[in-house]
């Protein structure tokens, strides 16, 4: 049963997936509470542009590995991008609902041009649309570790401002907190969480391992901290659940990770009136 981890790439891809399942909700949490769950779908498709872009910069190095570079110019572009996304959100709902469709267009039909033209094929992209545990390298897994260790450091690191940022934007101005560049962190932690799992759940789909934990972890959770602290531990069994999966049925990482996550919330809104009676049982012990 645990053969897989026998396998140097398992191994590699299994470390990403926790690390992925670890920070990806941490992130999800204030998105929801800022009710921008959106914002994830935006930056992947952004992402896909930057591949293309560390493709076609690894051709003008003349680099013997053009995926080397794929996650790099994913984390330039998705900054970038997120940072984009959010001065148009401040610029009004109405004009920011246009500018963020054009946006979530622009940036794949980019990646798949700009692909072609470094010499690629619309296929090539299909790794980074909906995961692969076969292109994890050491470099992703170094990258991975750095980018959630930033990631975490900043999502429980920064927990009480940007908690009263998430619940009550007006407040947090009022009350002197820098409202814009707290925004700004949001979006630009979100674009990290992007490229660090676009290897493991794919760019299309990580908006959903930010999310549905979160959206499973409110409905029998109440307070802000216990949400987003089983929104983590929900990211990491589903992650590394639909991983090994895959190990043994050639499925996508990425959708079989989606589709635990989108049946556990399904059974979680089954069955929560006697979770709920459970937690309470517990609560009185």
């Known amino acids: 049963m645990l053969e897989f981890l026998a396998s140097p790439l398992m191994v590699r891809a299994l470390i990403v997936a926790v690390l992925v399942g670890l920070s990806a909700p941490v992130v999800g ?5 800022r009710q921008l769950t959106l ?42 991008g997120a940072l984009l996304i959010e001065w148009m959100r401040n610029r009004g709902r109405s004009s920011a609902d246009v500018a963020l469709a054009l946006v979530f267009y622009g940036g794949i039909a980019g990646g798949v041009i700009l692909i072609g033209i470094a010499g690629g094929t619309t296929s090539t992209l299909t790794s980074y649309l909906f995961g692969s545990i076969s ?27 940007l908690f009263v940022l998430c619940h009550d934007e007006e407040h947090a101005r009022a009350s002197g907190l820098p409202t814009v560049f707290l925004s700004a962190v949001i979006a630009v932690t ?26 499973i972890s409110q409905i029998v959770m109440r307070s802000f901290r216990s949400t987003m602290y089983l929104a983590m531990g929900i990211g990491v069994i589903v992650a590394i659940t639909g991983l090994i999966t895959t190990y043994f049925y050639p499925w996508s990482p990425g ?26 049982w517990k609560t009185v012990q």
Not at 29 to 33: E, N, R, W
Not at 43 to 71: F, K, P, Q, S, Y
Not at 259 to 277: D, E, G, N
Request: net charge neutral; charged share 5%; hydrophobic share 65%.
């Open 135 to 161: 292109t994890v390298t050491e470099l992703d897994v170094a990258l991975t570790v750095l980018l959630c260790i930033v990631i975490l450091a900043i999502g429980l690191g920064l927990k009480p401002a």
């Open 190 to 215: 979100a674009a990290l969480t992007v490229s660090v799992a676009m290897r493991v759940v794919g760019a299309l789909l990580v908006s959903a391992l930010m999310i549905i934990p979160v959206a």
């Open 255 to 280: 959708a079989t990770i989606v589709l635990y996550a989108v049946s556990l919330y399904v059974l979680v809104v089954a069955f929560r009136p006697a979770i709920l009676v459970v937690l309470r």
């Open 39 to 80: 914002l994830g779908d935006g930056i992947g498709h952004i992402a896909l542009t930057g591949v293309a872009m560390g493709w076609l910069a690894a051709n003008a190095a003349n680099a013997a590995n053009r995926d080397a570079w794929a996650v790099p110019g994913a984390i330039v572009a998705s900054v970038l």
């Open 29 to 33: 949490t204030y998105l929801v509470q």
